[in-house]
């Protein structure tokens, strides 16, 4: 089978398509013939050498919509299936971005009924990150929210589930994205230099550090997007950051809300497996609204 891997770092042209084995199932695994798998920038960090791995083959791709082909034993899923799941680590040998993947069962979710695999593919791995993000803040209903970068794609989840919770949602994004975050849940809109006022917590979706620090009120709560990248505690404020996790069970519930309408699957752009290297080049560019997904 064909599978996109890395064996050196560098840019778009560090990618490579090779051919492998199929894999197998082990105890408690699935087999998934990809159907969709989307294109992150950690694909882009893996790529570049930012969690390491010289002299490994690292297989790219976290996220992937498919359908159950093979199952190991206690898997608790059946050939035939229609999945999503959250294949997680950045060095791996073989990552979603290929025609099979093997997972754990209990990454596992059954696939939304409301939207194709492409849009699907879209799902796990940023709103994971969005939903454990929002656990790790620990609101209430009623407090004040920034979520910075709230148009991207873990923003984007971010703003609807804290929304969903009763928190009143700040949404940092850019002037054009004034409607979108809206039509979210987003109560505020502030971009660019435009101060947000003091809030209980912040979700750094953009990455911004010790300046959207500053906005959080004195005992509050940040919460960044980069594991070990978060600034450090001042005021009293607790800083950490998320590292997603493989949640079947959580996945299930997004799939589940957006089969009800509640959270909004964005894809910018689709490309062939073979054409990975231009996925990466066009995801280098930057000012995408929603994921590219690679389709085998």
Same mark, same amino acid.
């Given at each position: 089978?064909?599978?996109?891997?890395?064996?050196?770092?560098?840019?778009?042209?560090?990618?490579?398509?090779?051919?492998?084995?199929?894999?197998?199932?082990?105890?408690?695994?699935?087999?998934?013939?990809?159907?969709?798998?989307?294109?992150?920038?950690?694909?882009?960090?893996?790529?570049?050498?930012?969690?390491?791995?010289?002299?490994?083959?690292?297989?790219?791709?976290?996220?992937?919509?498919?359908?159950?082909?093979?199952?190991?034993?206690?898997?608790?899923?059946?050939?035939?299936?229609?999945?999503?799941?959250?294949?997680?680590?950045?060095?791996?040998?073989?990552?979603?971005?290929?025609?099979?993947?093997?997972?754990?069962?209990?990454?596992?979710?059954?696939?939304?009924?409301?939207?194709?695999?492409?849009?699907?593919?879209?799902?796990?791995?940023?709103?994971?990150?969005?939903?454990?993000?929002?656990?790790? %803040?620990? %609101?209430?209903?009623?407090?004040?929210?920034?979520?910075?970068?709230?148009?991207?794609?873990?923003?984007?989840?971010?703003?609807?589930?804290?929304?969903?919770?009763?928190?009143?949602?700040?949404?940092?994004?850019?002037?054009?994205?004034?409607?979108?975050?809206?039509?979210?849940?987003?109560?505020?809109?502030?971009?660019?230099?435009?101060?947000?006022?003091?809030?209980?917590?912040?979700?750094?979706?953009?990455?911004?550090?010790?300046?959207?620090?500053?906005?959080?009120?004195?005992?509050?709560?940040?919460?960044?997007?980069?594991?070990?990248?978060?600034?450090?505690?001042?005021?009293?404020?607790?800083?950490?950051?998320?590292?997603?996790?493989?949640?079947?069970?959580?996945?299930?519930?997004?799939?589940?809300?957006?089969?009800?309408?509640?959270?909004?699957?964005?894809?910018?752009?689709?490309?062939? %497996?073979?054409?990975?290297?231009?996925?990466?080049?066009?995801?280098?560019?930057?000012?995408?609204?929603?994921?590219?997904?690679?389709?085998?």
């Amino acid at each position: 089978m064909r599978a996109v891997v890395v064996t050196t770092f560098g840019g778009p042209e560090a990618v490579e398509i090779v051919e492998v084995a199929v894999p197998e199932p082990g105890a408690r695994q699935v087999r998934i013939k990809v159907a969709a798998a989307a294109v992150n920038p950690v694909d882009a960090g893996v790529r570049a050498g930012v969690f390491g791995g010289a002299g490994k083959r690292l297989g790219l791709g976290w996220d992937v919509a498919g359908v159950v082909d093979a199952v190991g034993v206690a898997s608790g899923w059946s050939v035939g299936d229609e999945v999503v799941a959250l294949a997680y680590g950045p060095a791996k040998p073989l990552g979603t971005h290929a025609d099979h993947v093997v997972v754990d069962a209990d990454a596992v979710a059954a696939a939304p009924r409301s939207v194709d695999a492409v849009h699907a593919a879209s799902l796990p791995l940023n709103a994971l990150a969005a939903a454990q993000a929002l656990d790790g %803040l620990g %609101l209430e209903p009623g407090q004040k929210l920034l979520i910075t970068g709230a148009a991207g794609a873990v923003g984007g989840y971010a703003v609807q589930l804290a929304a969903r919770l009763g928190v009143h949602v700040t949404a940092l994004a850019r002037e054009g994205d004034e409607e979108f975050v809206r039509s979210l849940g987003a109560d505020r809109f502030v971009s660019g230099a435009v101060a947000p006022g003091s809030v209980d917590a912040v979700l750094d979706a953009a990455i911004l550090g010790a300046d959207a620090l500053e906005w959080v009120r004195d005992g509050g709560a940040f919460m960044g997007v980069i594991p070990g990248a978060h600034p450090e505690s001042v005021r009293g404020v607790r800083t950490g950051a998320v590292e997603v996790a493989a949640d079947g069970a959580r996945l299930a519930e997004l799939v589940a809300l957006v089969d009800e309408g509640a959270l909004t699957t964005r894809v910018a752009e689709t490309y062939a %497996l073979d054409e990975v290297g231009k996925a990466h080049a066009r995801l280098a560019e930057g000012g995408l609204r929603g994921r590219l997904v690679l389709v085998p």
